[in-house]
């Protein structure tokens, strides 16, 4: 081995997401895949320096639940009933094959990156396709191959058998983990909920899923086993700690209880839970409280309809206000824990990701110091400018593992123009086929 | 007069927001201060011409309420009970002088302009500082100084004259257009509501307020006065046809048959309201339905934290979606006219501003084609991307009365990083002397 390459981010704001939440004036040095130095002026040489004065540097974010293949469907199924949203979605899923979901996860991973996401939970088929395209943009993906009953799905042959085998052919490569995904139990038999479970107990993998999400999903499981899901799931034995579920808007307190008790996480998607009137609201506050794993999630570009990270924060921030009548609820600093360090706990990586400290992967973000909607911007007000002011756009330069992947707000993996080119055709094509 | 100045941008996607809500592909020709053509290949000779190969071009966005001012304190007071707020906010306000507004203005029309706003309402006092900061930069303001009871400012002299002395001298001043202010029911007695409207009277100007943002305002002023602000204002005679107040959170669907029969309309600010916890939400498609002229505003940057009316249109979508439990309230067009021709309507400006219509005012904002935050967008999801997936950020090309104030994302009419850094400076400033 020869020796480390050193980069020097110089002179920023750097907003630490450590245990203490400090912000800290000064540098920030990276060694290979590692941050080595927080705070501070650095010394020594480096290979490269990158000039941060005046802009915000943070911890990569962490998207919790999305399906990035789904961009393809941005704009194309709005302000719809649930019943009629899924009608739609599924005449489109009937028709797509693993070259639409490769295109699409790249545009996904390319927004993702741009918008100050570099690490991503993924809840989708194909996933060997999203790898690649995660492979090929640098972003690091946690990809929960879906598990439901084989009468139910599209997917070629056994969901179950497919997840095993991505399992099984993904599971050493750099900045891919593969995890086993559930659809939920309205698709999801008690023989596969059960199946899904010992598979990850063979892998020593967690189960990432959806849970709570609607209504309906309540008051159908109810009247079908007599049990609310998670009463269910949990009589089951299913829940194993480390495992996560997205949504969970329609939780009580019980659940709550249940879920914090077994270790269970849940990844908060608010935009996508208005956009669609779910009309519960995670109970986030309590939670936390309780002590559970809580992340956030833009869940796909089809309910949302971009994967900005920073409008994720505020939106869960401004949902909880609002719905409790208390300003006071949810404030700047937890909504940011959310999409870093409470989400690196929630994917079972907090000693990995999820905070500027030594040690730590360097998954970095530095924002433009030249951006009026973050002036004035200090010490003091950090925290609230990213959870309130900044928007992806803002993101200047993104490091994955020490490796820059988005310079000067361009991504260093993917052409562009030619990606967008691309996927705009693809999408065309898609909805063509779909009717 | 010399021949007219030609602009043509080329071959965007027109949102031109018409009476037919028409999509177009093709050229917007610019003549001097007005549009000339819309849509097809434009023949001729141009001064200019505009790239817009596969971008988005729309009408400029109205922000019907802000306090633009305010954007120095941004990050200062947030995630308080509004008692707390507000004490913040006061001991501030009681600092601030007409430079302080001055630069805090100035920065909020850059940061309005460079995120696709080409009109603002503002409500404050020192509207010649900000009238100044707008001519500035380029934007076209709607300002209203505002008047409150005497024994509760801390505006020097009388408000009611400060605000009549700012309308004669700023009334015949091109992209200036004064209003007369009105605080809100808990600051001003009888006689000063009907001086204000008097004053409006007097000038031929409408009144822009707050009114009905807080559940204590409704029951402080029930248990004062034995009415509910709306009531009691429609029992004084004060509504006139063409005003407008800023929230209307509070309002019942009496209210909105008053408000709606008076002519009198309600900028409709869902993140303020969401972030100061207000609880209510207001009724827009109430008072849609019963023909209220409805737009849409930020409010000032210390309750949003940003001026984006991008985000806010996905705000309010979001927030009715959600409260109401249906997917179908307030869907993308109705979010973007709120934003467009709903602003014009509001303000009074129909005829001139809100659409890209022939003969209208060329206020015109032109995306950028690369951000894959928006693609794919085709005629059929154009609308939807603007509402649920543009930012601020996606702004390239901003026109107001034909003329660029913002070119390739920067503004043409201010030095940004000299603005920036006076900025922070005059914010830094400002809360040392706050204390």
Redesign the interface.
Known sequence: MGRLARRIIRDGLLVTQDPSRRVLRGDLVLEDERIAEVGGHAKGDADETIDAHGGLVLPGLINAHTHVAM??L???V?????ED?LERTFAIDAVRGPADVRIGAE?GC??LL??GTTSFVDLYYFEDEIAQAAEATGARGFLAWVVLDEALTTQKGSPLRNCEAFIRSHRRRPRIHPLVGLMGVYVCSKETVLAAKELGEQYQLPVHLHLAETRKEIYDHERKTGQRPVEWLDQLGFFRAGDFAAHGAWLTLGEVRTLARAGVGIAHCP?S???????GVAPVPELLAEGAPVGLGTDG?ST?????MF?EM??A???H??A??????L??QQALDLATIGGARLIGMEAQLGSLEVGKLADVVVLRP????L????P???V??LV??A????VRTVFVDGRAVVRDGAPTQAK??D??RR??EA??DLLRRAG
């Open positions: 961009t393809l941005r704009g194309a709005d302000d719809l009933r649930l949203f545009l390319v927004e741009l918008s935009v839970n208005l956009k669609l009137a779910s009309g570009a949302n309809n971009g994967l900005d409008a505020k939106a921030a401004l949902l206000k609002g409790r009548w208390d300003a006071t609820v404030p700047a030249d951006s009026p909607r002036v004035p911007t200090t003091e007000n950090a609230a400018n309130y002011a928007q992806g756009g803002d562009l123009g990606l967008l996927s705009a999408a065309h």
